[in-house]
């Protein structure tokens, strides 16, 4: 997989855009170093790294449809994704609203053949906060992100439906934000939550016993960067038992709303 030239994509402009990125970045197989992600990764606009986005793949083919149930416009090549992502779009909207929390301004999906991350390599997707529009890698460049990982154990499409939940959560979440976050967990314990969330109880059984039971449910260690970044799968499972074990767990999610949270450590300790 070579590595493009963002010089040529990037203007000046755009490197000085100011906009959170969400994005969800697994290694591509025989990526170099370089082209690593190390797991789950959020840019938050202030970050001194240089933000931008990088997507390809043909739009040919692509129409736009807008979701019946919700103010959320898909656009992707065939109209199964297109529904396949409106129906991830309404369960994602189910599960924030038992918390009070919806949808501010229409959203937008984008179902690529390829979503890169700016400075490395294939992603999952991402959120562009700046467009309010969600790219997602097609179902059918998935398989080679999600080898060797957790994830590979699940069946494809509830997995890839789970994933088009959690780019949605970080769409909402970001559109109810009253104060930004300033971790790269902050971003992700809600998403990661309800991705797992979204999935049947039997498939997500089948993630969680990937991992051993005492550490996930060890709620005193807070989550952190680190942890996000070089495990996101555990950072994943810890966030969801983190969030169902909680009295309320809606109470932790509209926290997030208002700024950093007690179980999230801060960016630097
Ligand atoms: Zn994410």
Redesign the pocket.
């Given at each position: 997989m070579s590595r493009p030239d963002f010089s040529s994509y990037a203007s000046a402009t755009a490197l000085q855009t100011a906009f959170v990125l969400?994005a969800?970045c697994l290694p591509a197989p025989n990526a170099s170093a370089n082209e690593t992600c190390g797991g789950?990764y959020v840019c938050i606009a202030d970050d001194a790294a240089v933000v931008t986005v990088w997507a390809a793949g043909s739009a040919s083919l692509a129409a736009q449809q807008l979701c019946a149930e919700a103010p959320v416009s898909v656009t992707a090549d065939s109209a199964g994704e297109r529904h396949l992502a409106c129906s991830a779009a309404s369960d994602a909207l189910r599960l924030l609203a038992r918390c009070q929390i919806s949808l501010r301004r229409p959203l937008h999906v984008h179902i690529m053949s390829e979503v890169r991350h700016p400075f490395s390599g294939a992603i999952f997707g991402l959120l562009d906060t700046k467009q309010e529009r969600v790219l997602i890698t097609q179902e059918a460049n998935i398989p080679s992100l999600v080898k060797d990982t957790p994830y590979a154990k699940l069946p494809q499409r509830d997995f890839y439906r789970s994933l088009i939940v959690?780019e949605i959560v970080?769409g909402i979440m970001h559109q109810n934000l009253k104060r930004r976050a300033t971790s790269h967990a902050a971003y992700?314990y809600p998403?990661y939550a309800l991705q797992l969330e979204s999935l049947t109880p039997d498939l997500r059984d089948q993630f969680l016993q990937s991992f051993d039971q005492t550490s996930i449910e060890t709620n005193s260690i807070l989550f952190n960067d680190p942890v996000l970044f070089f495990d996101p799968y555990f950072f994943a499972a810890r966030a969801y038992h983190h969030f169902k074990a909680s009295p309320n767990g809606c109470a932790h999610l509209t926290a997030l709303l208002e700024g950093d949270v007690a179980f999230i450590a801060p960016p630097h300790m």
């Amino acid at each position: 997989m070579s590595r493009p030239d963002f010089s040529s994509y990037a203007s000046a402009t755009a490197l000085q855009t100011a906009f959170v990125l969400l994005a969800l970045c697994l290694p591509a197989p025989n990526a170099s170093a370089n082209e690593t992600c190390g797991g789950d990764y959020v840019c938050i606009a202030d970050d001194a790294a240089v933000v931008t986005v990088w997507a390809a793949g043909s739009a040919s083919l692509a129409a736009q449809q807008l979701c019946a149930e919700a103010p959320v416009s898909v656009t992707a090549d065939s109209a199964g994704e297109r529904h396949l992502a409106c129906s991830a779009a309404s369960d994602a909207l189910r599960l924030l609203a038992r918390c009070q929390i919806s949808l501010r301004r229409p959203l937008h999906v984008h179902i690529m053949s390829e979503v890169r991350h700016p400075f490395s390599g294939a992603i999952f997707g991402l959120l562009d906060t700046k467009q309010e529009r969600v790219l997602i890698t097609q179902e059918a460049n998935i398989p080679s992100l999600v080898k060797d990982t957790p994830y590979a154990k699940l069946p494809q499409r509830d997995f890839y439906r789970s994933l088009i939940v959690h780019e949605i959560v970080h769409g909402i979440m970001h559109q109810n934000l009253k104060r930004r976050a300033t971790s790269h967990a902050a971003y992700e314990y809600p998403a990661y939550a309800l991705q797992l969330e979204s999935l049947t109880p039997d498939l997500r059984d089948q993630f969680l016993q990937s991992f051993d039971q005492t550490s996930i449910e060890t709620n005193s260690i807070l989550f952190n960067d680190p942890v996000l970044f070089f495990d996101p799968y555990f950072f994943a499972a810890r966030a969801y038992h983190h969030f169902k074990a909680s009295p309320n767990g809606c109470a932790h999610l509209t926290a997030l709303l208002e700024g950093d949270v007690a179980f999230i450590a801060p960016p630097h300790m």
